[in-house]
């Protein structure tokens, strides 16, 4: 059984199925599970179960939908545990019942057989979602950071209402928000990278090099070094060289003195003295002519400017981090940026990943994103059917997380419903045309069938159905159970697997 960590309390798990031995096999998901559990209680009789949520405390309750007499059933078990984890299962999967189920109650729905990792998965999902945001976020990250199983499997209905149990037990363990930190979502491998560089480099006072396409974080990932450093009580100051005109940049970072030029009527301080005892985060580096450049590099290395327009030098301490989504060294070789400067400044560097790179975020970003602007718009969205999560998870992002956030709230602020469906969905994500697949699976699928054909003597040819059976397989063992992301990643719609599952029960194979 898995440990939380010295938690207070154990988690509470129920298993409603009428066949013991599926009951039996799907409880064992406690031991799959990041908290610590109580013995899970089997229920094969509806009633029994019924009975004892309204006395007992529950914090995860799995149903068999078949066992109940179908997903209309499941709202008579909601109300009794209305702040219960609730997951729906059943050997007759299909969007629609998994909607309907998720209508009734559900917090999220598993087509039988399911692996015991889908499970685990997408009740830690739940369980985090239930903590208060502070922490649920620094969980978030702290368990990107140490291997945690924080990414979300399927579609989810998002309610923070905190879990009595859940909130005492984590305060108790002591995890404290890492702030600014706990701003960046994903938990990824990738992600956890930057995380963990995020943590080492932020006590430092050496230069931060942060490279990244737009939209994939670079000012969040700035303010969370600064907020993990030492400097956090000092300012923070930002300054967008891309968003200045070219010859107010210098005067906007190391402030001029009144008649300095004209239109300069005021002496005015730059981010530089602002930031001083602070972080000075330069975005967009590669907008600087080389001029300022050159007074740039003299600052870094003397900590020392001057005012335009003044002759008093002047010195301050402030640590800098600079970002760019240009490649530097493409600049350098093309005269745009001093390599001396590029070598100051690059000490220590933090590549974003492009939102393609790293897809299996996609989904803990959007429902993150769905659930803070369904709150803010005053509508009533919980998650996403799973042809909308195939069409997120296989769409490109080339606006990266900005693209991804923008998609959602436009969704959000022209729709209403509960679940956002594939045909809410702006066009060009619909598209399957822009689609791409993730190669790693598609490879996969190409290197297991080359050597089954290999192994197999000619002639004996495999069915069709069969064949079909094992790239379906192999797909969804590699998200994990996952059919939106299999089936994203075969180009084939959910309903398509759930269709093909249900001909291969009916042949009994
Ligand atoms: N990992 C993340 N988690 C949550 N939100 C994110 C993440 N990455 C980016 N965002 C959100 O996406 C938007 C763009 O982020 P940010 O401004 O930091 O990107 P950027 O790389 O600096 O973009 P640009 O290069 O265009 O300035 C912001 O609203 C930010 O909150």
Known sequence: MGSNGGMAKPVTVRVLDSSASEGARTAAVCAKLAVACDEPTLYTDATNCLNELSRINTDVLIVDLESIGGEDALETFAVRCPSSVIVAVSAQGSISRAVSAMRCGAHDFLTKPFSLDALASK???????????????????????????????????????????A???????????????????????????????????????APVFITGESGTGKELCATALHAQSDRRKAPFIAL?????????????????????????????????????????????????????????????????????????????????ICATNRNPLEEISAGRFREDLYYRLHVLPIPLPPLRDRREDILLLAETFLHRYSREEGRSF?????????????????????????????????????????????????????????????????????????????????????????????????????????AAALEISPSTIYRKKQSWMARGA
């Open 123 to 165: 009740i830690t999902f739940q369980l985090e979602q239930r903590r208060p945001q502070t922490i649920r976020d620094a969980a978030m990250v702290s368990g990107a950071q140490h291997g945690g199983t924080t990414t979300p499997q399927g579609s989810a209905r998002l309610d923070t209402q905190a879990h009595p149990a």
């Open 167 to 205: 909130q005492s037990s984590i305060l108790s363990s002591g995890l404290q928000s890492p702030r600014g930190l706990e701003q960046l979502i994903g938990a990824s491998t990738s992600m956890r990278e930057v995380y963990d560089k995020i943590r080492r480099m932020a006590p430092s006072q």
């Open 240 to 320: 967008n060289c891309a968003a200045i005109p070219r010859d107010l940049i210098e005067s906007e970072i190391f402030g001029h003195v009144r008649g300095a030029f004209t239109g300069a009527s005021d002496t005015r301080i730059g981010a530089a003295e602002q930031a001083d005892g602070g972080t000075l985060f330069l975005d967009e580096i590669g907008e600087m002519d080389l001029l300022l450049q050159s007074k740039l590099l003299r600052f870094l290395q003397t900590g020392s400017f001057q005012r335009l327009g003044e002759t008093v030098t002047r010195k301050v301490d402030a640590r800098i």
């Open 382 to 486: 919980k998650g996403f059917d799973a042809d909308a999560e195939a069409a997120l998870i296989a769409y490109n992002w080339p606006g990266n997380v900005r693209q991804l956030e923008n998609t959602i709230r436009q969704i959000v602020v022209m729709n209403e419903g509960l679940a956002i469906t594939h045909a809410m969905l702006p066009l060009l994500i619909r598209d399957p045309a822009r689609r791409q697949t993730p190669s790693s699976v598609v490879d996969l699928h190409r290197e297991k069938s080359r050597a089954a054909s290999v192994a197999r003597p000619f002639g004996s040819i495999e069915p069709l159905w069969a064949q079909e059976r094992r790239i379906i397989e192999t797909a969804l063992d590699a998200f994990d159970g996952n059919i939106a992301m299999a």
